[in-house]
């Protein structure tokens, strides 16, 4: 079935950039998105790729896609305090297609 | 920019008690998601709406249903709670058509309502 798959924690220093990686197994999967949740709070979409893209850069986020090996990769740049959350990869086929996500990647920013 | 609104944000119940969430899509999407993330957990896909009518179905329990109304908002019906029902319902809506700073398809999610059943 499809699945997503995360690591879990991340831990970084402020300044540091961060790599998030995430691998899923459905290749008709037409969206890829990355959402940031808070504790206690919603899911923030932060990016997303269109599966036949390799890159996309928005500010500080950088999101890269290996399509042939269905992984997906999210680089945060001067990673800051405020960017302490997790972190959830998800697939889904748009048009009304649900999301699978990930299990998120708790990412700590140490000062 | 107008977002998803869900309400209430909090909601605390008894076992075998009856809950109805609400939820209102950013103006002109016409899909609504329903999503159930229990503690420590990744969003689960429960139901979603089209138009008004059902288009899929995940892991939504017999105990729960849903619609979709004229004016596009929906509803989460959960009744007979069980204490495993304890969870963080986000709601999520989406445009099939390119919207203001909306993208296509793109699902964009409420703040939740955070269920507790006692």
């Known amino acids: 079935g499809e699945d997503v798959e995360q690591s879990l924690f991340l831990s970084v220093r402020e300044g540091d950039s961060s790599v998030i990686n995430c691998t899923y197994t459905?290749?008709?999967?037409?969206?890829l998105y990355w959402y940031k949740q808070e504790p206690g709070a919603g899911l923030q979409l932060l990016t997303y790729i269109f599966s036949n893209m390799d890159m996309k850069q928005d500010q500080r986020l950088t999101v890269l896609l290996n399509k042939k090996d269905k992984h997906l990769s999210l680089r945060i740049a001067d990673t800051q305090t405020g960017d302490s959350a997790i972190y959830f990869c998800a697939e889904g086929e748009g048009s009304q297609g649900n999301l699978i996500f990930g299990k998120g990647t708790k990412l700590s920013v140490k000062p | 920019a107008a977002g998803v609104i869900q309400s209430p944000r909090h909601l605390i119940k008894e076992k075998r008690e009856t809950a109805t969430l609400k939820c209102y899509p950013i103006p002109r999407h016409d899909t609504v998601y329903w999503y159930q993330q229990g503690p420590g957990q990744d969003p689960q896909f429960l139901i979603s709406?089209?138009?008004?009518?059902?288009?899929d179905k995940g892991s939504i329990p017999d105990r729960f249903s849903a619609q979709q109304f004229s004016d596009y908002h929906s509803e989460l019906n959960m009744s007979s709670l069980e204490l495993g029902d304890s969870a963080l319902y986000f709601c999520?809506?989406?445009?099939?058509?390119?919207?203001?700073?909306?993208?296509?398809?793109?699902?964009?999610f409420g703040p939740g309502t955070r269920l507790t059943v006692l």
């Open positions: 709406f089209y138009e008004k009518m059902q288009s």
């Open positions: 999520a809506s989406s445009s099939t058509l390119t919207e203001d700073e909306y993208s296509t398809d793109t699902q964009y």
């Open positions: 459905d290749s008709s999967s037409t969206y």
